[in-house]
């Protein structure tokens, strides 16, 4: 007899669907996957085999099963097949009745005792299986919440292939999940708990207004200084003066987790932005993503929060080069023999270096050790076309006794958040019907349009890019930056303090050398 069950796999962060086609006809007792399966598909037979046994049905011995997973040409990987494999066995060797079959999807790993474990891409699953067309979706309990947060599909959460069985001999044996995301989403956001607050941090104005103009405009920013600084604080702190994630933004950062198997247990729904500080000790693999069997890296499950990478210049060059294209086209594409995936990557770049080797060039309280050579060795290490993309340079520089001691009358986060969020209203409604664009993404087309500037200001911008040798890209970039300056100011059009403030976090690196 023959049995098709519909279940799905994961390409990228998006999921697709796949048939368990199974066959059954005389042998002596073997289940052949065929369909391209990996290691842990082959070794679901295994599972399912004990699990069927747990659950005290009279499997034939005479028999022989050939489960296809198709389309046939896609290598499929993971546990999930483990559950639809288990109700395509059953079905044909008619242990289970069909005729609902076809109104499933089905996704689940098996224990041997027939308990139905947790799956990765259970959100990306349940989104493919409303694409289908299914009335519902069988998954495991533990992945119920997380794929409920999908509207139009009707979700069944089971923890045993039994009630798997109840459920196609009875579709109304086992009780819907029944759940309002965007109701859980509003609650779970005033129960937010506050995290680290940039009133902690004393001193360091510069910074703070850096990373104020960062956060606004979707800056990516460098800050330099020596080891104590307070570069590693600062940087935590900035998720917290971002604007807080909407649904829809909750939604896609959820599924990106989802699919990466990143999900914390019991948390449905990502909450806060991310902040990831990978160490540069980090493989380029995992950095950017991929692998034999493809991950999304650092630069993906940062997406619309911060990639924080701490000591620079200690990553390799190789590695920093590859997040130059990511970071103009907030997207990073992975190709490899058979597939190529593109997972989002639309993060918020914050590097931290000392200013030399030794940590204390331009120090208040030690003396540099280093030569010219090795300093300069040192910033070689950080390419052009990457220091370019870095649009704010800032220095951070040791507290003075004074600020150490005081106690500080400094802006709590929900202050600076405020003004943030103002900033990136005012740029909502610039963009006006078109596609929603920071300012530090503009294209050039929108640059003319949005950023004008008078007469003086053009010719101290043209000054500035003799003097400090500016590059076309990092000139505007500093046109980018006084944008939104003046929307943090509410102003309308971009004067000439604006853009003199802009020019002065665009001062090259190698004015830490110099200094
Ligand atoms: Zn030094």
């Known amino acids: 007899m023959f049995a098709r069950i519909f279940s799905g796999g994961l390409a990228g962060v998006d999921a697709y669907c796949i048939e368990v086609e199974c066959d059954c006809g005389p042998g002596i007792g073997q289940i052949s996957l065929v369909g391209l399966p990996d290691a842990s598909v082959k070794?679901?037979?295994?599972?399912?085999?004990?699990?069927?046994?747990?659950?005290?049905?009279?499997?034939?011995?005479?028999?022989?099963?050939?489960?296809?997973?198709?389309?046939?040409?896609?290598?499929?990987?993971?546990?999930?097949?483990?559950?639809?494999?288990?109700v395509g066995i059953l079905a044909s060797t008619s242990m289970l009745p069909t005729?609902?079959?076809?109104?499933?999807?089905?996704?689940?790993?098996?224990g041997l005792d027939g308990s139905v474990r947790p799956i990765s891409g259970a959100l990306p699953l349940a989104m493919a299986a409303r694409q289908h067309g299914a009335l519902g979706i069988i998954l495991p309990q533990d992945n119920a919440d997380e794929a409920a947060l999908i509207d139009g599909i009707n979700i069944f959460p089971v923890s045993h292939l039994k009630q798997v069985c109840q459920l196609l001999e009875n579709p109304d044996a086992i009780a819907m999940l029944d759940s309002d995301p965007r109701r859980t989403f509003k609650e779970s956001q005033k129960m937010r708990r506050a995290g680290p607050d940039m009133y902690e941090v004393k001193g360091q104005y510069v910074a703070k207004r850096a990373l104020e103009i960062a956060a606004a405009g979707k800056h990516n920013i460098l800050m330099v200084g020596p080891p104590g600084s307070g570069k590693s604080m600062l940087a935590q702190r900035l998720p917290g003066i971002m604007p807080p994630l909407s649904f829809d933004e909750a939604l896609?950062?959820?599924?990106?987790?989802?699919?990466?198997?990143?999900?914390?247990?019991?948390?449905?729904?990502?909450?806060?932005?991310?902040?990831?500080?990978?160490?540069?000790?980090?493989?380029?693999?995992?950095?950017i993503g991929g692998g034999a069997s493809p991950r999304p890296g650092e630069i993906s499950l940062s997406h619309m929060g911060i990639l924080f990478l701490d000591e620079l210049t200690e990553f390799p060059r190789s590695h920093l080069d590859t997040l130059r294209q990511p970071l103009e086209t907030a997207n990073v594409t992975i190709s490899r023999a058979t597939q190529t995936l593109t997972y989002p990557a639309s993060f918020l770049f914050v590097g931290a270096c000392n200013p030399c080797p030794c940590g204390y060039?331009?120090?208040?309280?030690?003396?540099?050790?280093?030569?010219?050579?090795?300093?300069?060795?040192?910033?070689?290490?950080?390419?052009?076309?990457?220091l370019d993309r870095i649009d704010l340079h800032v220095n951070v520089a040791r507290l003075t006794q004074d600020e150490l001691s005081s106690m500080g009358s400094s802006?709590?986060?929900?202050?600076?958040?405020?003004?943030?969020?103002?900033a990136v209203e005012i740029q909502q409604e610039r963009s006006g019907t078109q596609p929603f664009m920071f300012n530090g993404q503009m294209?050039?087309?929108?640059?003319?349009?949005h950023c004008k500037i008078d007469e003086k200001?053009?010719?101290?911008?043209?000054?500035?890019?003799?003097?400090?040798?500016?590059?076309?890209?990092?000139?505007?970039?500093?046109?980018r930056i006084s944008r939104t300056i003046a929307d943090l100011k509410a102003h309308e059009d971009i004067d000439s303090s604006d853009l003199a403030e802009a020019i002065s976090y665009r001062s090259p690196y190698r004015v830490h050398l110099e200094s």
């Open 43 to 86: 070794e679901s037979q295994d599972r399912v085999r004990s699990a069927i046994k747990a659950c005290d049905f009279y499997v034939p011995y005479a028999k022989r099963w050939i489960v296809n997973l198709a389309p046939a040409d896609t290598k499929k990987e993971g546990p999930a097949f483990d559950l639809p494999i288990a």
């Open 99 to 110: 005729e609902h079959l076809s109104k499933f999807w089905i996704a689940g790993e098996l």
């Open 252 to 287: 896609e950062l959820t599924k990106l987790y989802s699919a990466a198997g990143k999900l914390q247990n019991k948390t449905s729904l990502v909450l806060e932005r991310p902040f990831r500080s990978p160490h540069h000790s980090a493989s380029a693999v995992g950095l």
């Open 361 to 386: 060039k331009g120090d208040s309280v030690k003396c540099c050790s280093c030569s010219q050579f090795q300093a300069e060795r040192y910033w070689n290490r950080l390419s052009g076309p990457l």
């Open 411 to 422: 802006e709590t986060s929900d202050d600076i958040r405020l003004r943030v969020m103002r």
């Open 443 to 449: 294209t050039q087309k929108q640059m003319v349009k």
């Open 457 to 479: 200001s053009r010719l101290m911008l043209a000054k500035a890019v003799h003097n400090l040798g500016l590059s076309a890209r990092a000139y505007d970039r500093v046109l």
